[in-house]
C-alpha cells in the first residue's frame, strides 16, 4: 500500500511534521493565482423556454419570423428586453434589404479589455415559410442565455464580452456582412474570436465543429471530449452562415452546428444514435421547423458548449 503524503509525514517526524506539511500547503494555496470562474451549466427548461416565445411569436405573425416581417421585429424586441433587463448595453442596428427594414441586435457586456473582443452570435431570422425554431431558434436561444448567464454570475472576464443577433441571414448573411463592412480596420484587429451558432438542436443530429481557427477548434473539441462526445469537422453549412463575413475580414472564427438537409450515415448514426439516411433536420425551411424539431439532448450539449467556449476564450 502506499502511504499518503499526511501519513508519511507521521512516519518520518511526527506531528510536527504534519503541521509543517500543512501550513507550507495553506501558504501555497494562498499564494496560487486565483483560477477562473468556471462556466455555468446552462438549463435546458431556460433555454427552451426562448424557443417557446419564438415560435409563439411566430405563430402570432403568419406563422414566421423573417426579415422585414412582424415576427423577426417581435424576435428582436424579445431578445432585447432580456439584455437590457441584465445590464448588458444593448445598440439596434438598422439596415435595408429586399425593400424591407431589417435590424441587426449587439449586446455588449460592462468591462474586459476593449482591445481584445470575444463575440457571439447567431442570426435570429427565420425563412419566410416557418417558425424558424431549429434554424435559428436554436442558436439564438443558447447565445442569449449564454448572456444571461453572464449577468447572473456578474462574471468579470479579462476580455470583453459581445453578443449578437444578425438580421436577413436567410437572404445572404445580410446582417453580419452590413455589420462587418461597417466596422474600421482597428475595430476587426480587436475582435479576438467570433463564434456562430447556427442550428444546434437538430431533431437527428450530428455534432459539427467549424475548423476554421486551432485555437477555437480545440476549445470545442476539448469540451466534447470531457463529454465523451465524438465530433465531425463541419462541411455542410462551411461558408453559409454568419462567421463568413468576420472570417474574409481576417476574424478568427469558429462554432457549431448539427446537420441541415444532408443525410446522416450509418457510420454517423453508429456512433451518435438517431436515423441513418434521414436528414439531420427534416424540417429544415419548411413549416414543421417547430418546437417539436429539436433535440433536447443536442440542445442542451451544445448550449453548454457555447458557455464554456465563452468562459474559456474571454479569461
Same mark, same amino acid.
Given at each position: 500500500?502506499?502511504?499518503?503524503?499526511?501519513?508519511?509525514?507521521?512516519?518520518?517526524?511526527?506531528?510536527?511534521?504534519?503541521?509543517?506539511?500543512?501550513?507550507?500547503?495553506?501558504?501555497?494555496?494562498?499564494?496560487?493565482?486565483?483560477?477562473?470562474?468556471?462556466?455555468?451549466?446552462?438549463?435546458?427548461?431556460?433555454?427552451?423556454?426562448?424557443?417557446?416565445?419564438?415560435?409563439?411569436?411566430?405563430?402570432? %405573425?403568419?406563422? %414566421?419570423?423573417?426579415?422585414?416581417?412582424?415576427?423577426?421585429?417581435?424576435?428582436?424586441?424579445?431578445?432585447?428586453?432580456?439584455?437590457?433587463?441584465?445590464?448588458?448595453?444593448?445598440?439596434?442596428?438598422?439596415?435595408?434589404?429586399?425593400?424591407?427594414?431589417?435590424?441587426?441586435?449587439?449586446?455588449?457586456?460592462?468591462?474586459?479589455?476593449?482591445?481584445?473582443?470575444?463575440?457571439?452570435?447567431?442570426?435570429?431570422?427565420?425563412?419566410?415559410?416557418?417558425?424558424?425554431? %431549429?434554424?435559428?431558434?436554436?442558436?439564438?436561444?443558447?447565445?442569449?442565455?449564454?448572456?444571461?448567464?453572464?449577468?447572473?454570475?456578474?462574471?468579470?472576464?479579462?476580455?470583453?464580452?459581445?453578443?449578437?443577433?444578425?438580421?436577413?441571414?436567410?437572404?445572404?448573411?445580410?446582417?453580419?456582412?452590413?455589420?462587418?463592412?461597417?466596422?474600421?480596420?482597428?475595430?476587426?484587429?480587436?475582435?479576438?474570436?467570433?463564434?456562430?451558432?447556427?442550428?444546434?438542436?437538430?431533431?437527428?443530429?450530428?455534432?459539427?465543429?467549424?475548423?476554421?481557427?486551432?485555437?477555437?477548434?480545440?476549445?470545442?473539441?476539448?469540451?466534447?471530449?470531457?463529454?465523451?462526445?465524438?465530433?465531425?469537422?463541419?462541411?455542410?453549412?462551411?461558408?453559409?452562415?454568419?462567421?463568413?463575413?468576420?472570417?474574409?475580414?481576417?476574424?478568427?472564427?469558429?462554432?457549431?452546428?448539427?446537420?441541415?438537409?444532408?443525410?446522416?450515415?450509418?457510420?454517423?448514426?453508429?456512433?451518435?444514435?438517431?436515423?441513418?439516411?434521414?436528414?439531420?433536420?427534416?424540417?429544415?425551411?419548411?413549416?414543421?421547423?417547430?418546437?417539436?424539431?429539436?433535440?433536447?439532448?443536442?440542445?442542451?450539449? %451544445?448550449?453548454?458548449?457555447?458557455?464554456?467556449?465563452?468562459?474559456?476564450?474571454?479569461?
Amino acid at each position: 500500500m502506499k502511504l499518503s503524503v499526511s501519513a508519511r509525514a507521521v512516519a518520518a517526524g511526527g506531528i510536527a511534521s504534519v503541521m509543517l506539511l500543512t501550513s507550507g500547503a495553506v501558504a501555497d494555496a494562498a499564494s496560487a493565482p486565483p483560477r477562473p470562474a468556471a462556466a455555468p451549466d446552462l438549463p435546458l427548461a431556460s433555454v427552451k423556454a426562448h424557443l417557446t416565445q419564438l415560435q409563439s411569436i411566430a405563430t402570432a %405573425n403568419g406563422g %414566421n419570423r423573417a426579415h422585414g416581417r412582424t415576427g423577426y421585429k417581435a424576435s428582436i424586441d424579445y431578445v432585447k428586453a432580456k439584455l437590457d433587463a441584465a445590464g448588458f448595453t444593448t445598440t439596434l442596428q438598422q439596415f435595408t434589404a429586399s425593400g424591407r427594414t431589417g435590424y441587426n441586435l449587439i449586446a455588449d457586456w460592462p468591462g474586459g479589455d476593449a482591445n481584445q473582443v470575444v463575440m457571439a452570435g447567431s442570426h435570429l431570422d427565420s425563412v419566410s415559410s416557418g417558425p424558424g425554431i %431549429n434554424d435559428n431558434g436554436s442558436g439564438s436561444a443558447a447565445v442569449l442565455e449564454t448572456a444571461l448567464a453572464v449577468s447572473r454570475a456578474q462574471y468579470k472576464p479579462t476580455k470583453h464580452l459581445r453578443f449578437a443577433w444578425w438580421g436577413a441571414e436567410e437572404l445572404g448573411l445580410v446582417g453580419s456582412r452590413y455589420y462587418v463592412n461597417r466596422l474600421t480596420t482597428g475595430d476587426r484587429s480587436r475582435i479576438s474570436a467570433y463564434l456562430n451558432f447556427d442550428m444546434i438542436g437538430s431533431s437527428n443530429p450530428g455534432y459539427f465543429v467549424y475548423d476554421d481557427d486551432p485555437a477555437v477548434e480545440k476549445t470545442f473539441k476539448d469540451y466534447f471530449s470531457g463529454l465523451g462526445v465524438p465530433t465531425e469537422i463541419e462541411t455542410e453549412g462551411d461558408g453559409r452562415s454568419d462567421h463568413a463575413p468576420f472570417k474574409s475580414a481576417g476574424v478568427p472564427v469558429g462554432g457549431l452546428f448539427t446537420g441541415a438537409s444532408r443525410a446522416k450515415t450509418a457510420a454517423q448514426a453508429a456512433k451518435w444514435g438517431g436515423t441513418a439516411g434521414q436528414a439531420f433536420d427534416r424540417c429544415y425551411h419548411s413549416s414543421c421547423d417547430t418546437t417539436a424539431n429539436i433535440s433536447d439532448t443536442a440542445l442542451d450539449r %451544445n448550449s453548454d458548449a457555447v458557455a464554456y467556449a465563452v468562459w474559456e476564450l474571454s479569461e
